[in-house]
Structure formats: C-alpha cells, structure tokens
C-alpha cells in the first residue's frame, strides 16, 4: 500500500531523445510527486513535483506527466542531453506528514 | 545558505566500533531525515525528526542504530557495534515543508 513502484531499472537514450520514467502507487492519500535526480558521489536533488489536482507539470525539458485514475506518473526529458545522465527517483506523500516514500530509482545514461 | 553539511563524508572503521555521522540541517527546516543506500536496497529512510522530536524510527535496522537531535540545527546518527553489512552511503536531508534537501552524505565502509 506504501509502495512507489519504479520502471525502468535502467535506461540508455540517444542524445536528442525522449527519456520516460513510470511510477505507480496503491495508496490514494497521496497527495504530493516529486522527482528527484541524483548524480554520482551526490545527495539526491528535487528536479520538479507535481499535485493530484493537474495532469501535467513542465519546466524546461522535464515534464511531470500525471493520470490519477490510473494511479501513475512518470517524467519525460525531452531532448535528452548527457548531463542528464544521472538515476532518478519518484517519490510521494501525503499531506499530513514530511516523508517520502521513494522508488526503487532510474539510472540514466544518455549517449552522445 | 551552505545546505546541509553531513560529516564526515568517509569513514572506514573495522568491526565492532562505534561510528558516530553528523548532520547540520538548513537553518529554518523543521523536519530532519537519515536515510541509508546501497546498491541492493535502494534509497532506505531510517528515521525523521520534526521541530526535534523523532516520528519515525520504524526504518532503524535494529537497536544498533539509535539517532539524536538535540537542538534544532544538530543531529547524530550512531551505530554501535558496527558491521561490515552497515556499508552504505548516508544521507541526511531537512525540510522546511515538503521539498526535502539532502547533504552530500558520509560514506561508510566497515571492514
């Protein structure tokens, strides 16, 4: 029920490419999905979240796409660069606490 | 702000001895988290503290691993005895709300 499930384990994309990362949830409490991006020898960094109440976030090159009753979410990285090469993690939670629960994470290489 | 500062960032100890790993949370954040990850069991949160009170410990291993704040800019992590099964990087992170932001983390191996 508290579970973030995560797909792929890892992903190897063309520069220019399209990278799609999938989360689901059981747990309909949750209320808040941040993505997470975590580079070598680095603490995990907030890369972009997103709430129930839209279907899709966009910040630059990262969209947030959302589908409440499908219960998922995923992340696309639109014309993917190398230095986006890094593993990637959802999370979720609800609003009545600070923890995170996370995914089992993404590694990323995109290739030149 | 410098974020969180977590020291130290290695540490290599044999066996059975005492590893203590310190955080320094951004000033203004209210919650504080400990997290451990390896390859094989991911990114594992092992207790929170909020205003420096703990939560959530259900995450602790085992009574090995006990954790402190106390003061709202100071937390320890303390393993005692260590094994070489608590290698592992750890990461602390603080929150003013819900975005949680993580310090570089101290590497642990214990031979």
């Known amino acids: 029920q508290q579970q973030v499930k995560q797909s792929p384990q890892s992903l190897i994309v063309q520069k220019g490419g399209i990278s799609i990362i999938n989360c689901a949830y059981e747990n309909t409490a949750f209320d808040y999905f941040p993505w997470y991006q975590q580079f070598p020898g680095k603490g995990p960094a907030l890369l972009i979240a997103?709430?129930?109440?839209?279907s899709e976030k966009k910040e630059g090159r990262f969209t947030i796409s959302f589908n409440k009753s499908a219960k998922q979410f995923s992340l696309h990285i639109m014309d993917s660069q190398p230095g986006d090469s890094a593993t990637y993690f959802c999370a979720a939670s609800t609003g009545n606490t600070d923890k995170l629960i996370f995914g089992t994470g993404t590694r990323l290489q995109v290739f030149p | 702000d410098a974020g969180v500062i977590q020291s130290p960032r290695h540490e290599v100890t044999e066996m059975g001895q005492e590893v203590t790993l310190r955080c320094k949370p951004i000033?203004?954040?209210?919650?504080l988290f400990w997290y451990r990850q390896t390859m094989m069991r991911g990114l594992e949160l092992l207790i929170y503290?909020?205003?420096?009170?703990?939560?959530?410990d259900s995450g602790m291993p085992e009574d090995r691993f006990s954790a402190k704040m106390p003061n709202a800019s100071f937390s320890t992590l303390k393993i005692q005895p260590s094994e070489p099964r608590d290698s592992a990087v750890y990461f602390c992170a603080s929150s003013p709300a819900l975005e949680q932001y993580f310090g570089p983390g101290t590497r642990l191996t214990v031979t």
């Open positions: 997103i709430r129930p109440d839209v």
């Open positions: 000033s203004g954040h209210n919650s």
């Open positions: 503290f909020n205003n420096n009170v703990p939560i959530d």
